[in-house]
């Protein structure tokens, strides 16, 4: 009898590309590998942890990213320290998964830089979404790409440091939360609980998250108690395209695709519209 062990793919926390690519030691392959995925993100999670021990000068930044506040209420026994945990649980994570997968201790640093390239390129739809939700066009088109980024204006008087650490935590944990975390519980509950086939698992899982991602921005709720249709679609399809690039690509890439959008709506376009 054949083995059921192929049936349904793991995808947490990412998503091995053997249709892409069958080469075990490719970069499509490897890129999805948790080790090269924790090598890659690092320098992100030091540099932000670093910054809620307040060791760069900026105050308040986490309670500005709702999906870290979340994911640290878990953790709230543990006071303070509990802030650092989802980045301790995430590093452990893929550490442990790179234990039981037994891969080679080996890093390739130009994919590395590759990794970098591959989600500056894949940022790319995500500006043309701007672009085809947004009212306005010429020289307000920088604006309306923050506004369709779904950032609190607030978050434009804010200094670079702040805006970067704001860019940073966004892209890292709410990656961490809405596609790492949520759709791998989404999947295991409509596939090996509800016995859905895994495609429709996957399709289903990527589309909860990116409903549940849209949610929580506040920014889509208008002050009459109306919603931001434009706004909520944006971020709706961006939760899919971000969902879809975690199946596919895995988490690295997800992160870095989240990440790179995030410096260009909160850190580099405020700088060229006069902001600080």
Same mark, same amino acid.
């Given at each position: ?75 709230? /026994?543990?006071?303070? &320290?509990? *802030?650092?945990?989802? +980045?301790?649980?995430?590093? @452990? #994570?893929?550490? $442990?998964?790179? %234990? ?6 080996? /890093?390739?640093?130009? &994919?590395? *830089?590759?990794?970098? +390239?591959?989600?500056?390129? @894949? #940022?790319?739809? $995500?500006?043309? %979404? ?12 920088? *604006? ?20 970067l650490m704001i860019a940073i ?6 990656e961490m939360l809405f596609r790492l975390v949520l759709i791998t ?92």
């Open positions: 009898m054949a083995s059921k062990k192929h049936t349904k793919p793991m995808i947490l926390p990412t998503q091995t590309a053997h249709s892409w690519n069958d080469d075990p030691r490719g970069y499509f392959t490897l890129t999805t590998k948790p080790l090269h995925i924790l090598v890659f993100l690092l320098p992100v999670i030091l540099y932000y942890e670093i910054g809620l021990l307040g060791w760069i000068g900026i105050q308040g930044s986490s309670s500005s990213i709702e999906a870290h506040q979340l994911l640290s209420r878990f953790f709230q /026994i543990f006071g303070v &320290f509990g *802030l650092h945990l989802p +980045a301790i649980a995430l590093v @452990l #994570t893929l550490l $442990l998964q790179h %234990l039981f997968n037994r891969d080679p201790l080996k /890093i390739k640093p130009m &994919f590395l *830089l590759a990794m970098i +390239a591959e989600s500056a390129f @894949l #940022t790319g739809p $995500l500006i043309v %979404l701007t672009m085809v939700l947004s009212p306005t066009t010429g020289t307000q088109a920088s *604006l309306a790409a923050l506004q369709a980024g779904g950032a609190d204006a607030a978050v434009f008087s804010a200094d670079f440091q702040h805006r935590g966004a892209g890292l944990y709410e519980m989404l999947h295991f509950l409509i596939t090996d609980v509800l016995g859905f086939r895994d495609r429709a698992g996957k399709m289903l899982a990527v589309f909860g998250a990116a409903l549940a991602f849209t949610l929580i921005h506040d920014q889509i709720r208008l002050a009459t108690g109306g919603v931001n249709l434009r706004l909520a679609l944006f971020i709706l399809i961006s939760g899919v395209y971000l969902g879809t690039l975690f199946l596919v690509r895995g988490f690295g890439i997800a992160v870095g695709v989240h990440l790179m959008w995030d410096l260009l709506a909160v850190v580099i376009l405020p700088g060229f519209s006069g902001d600080r």
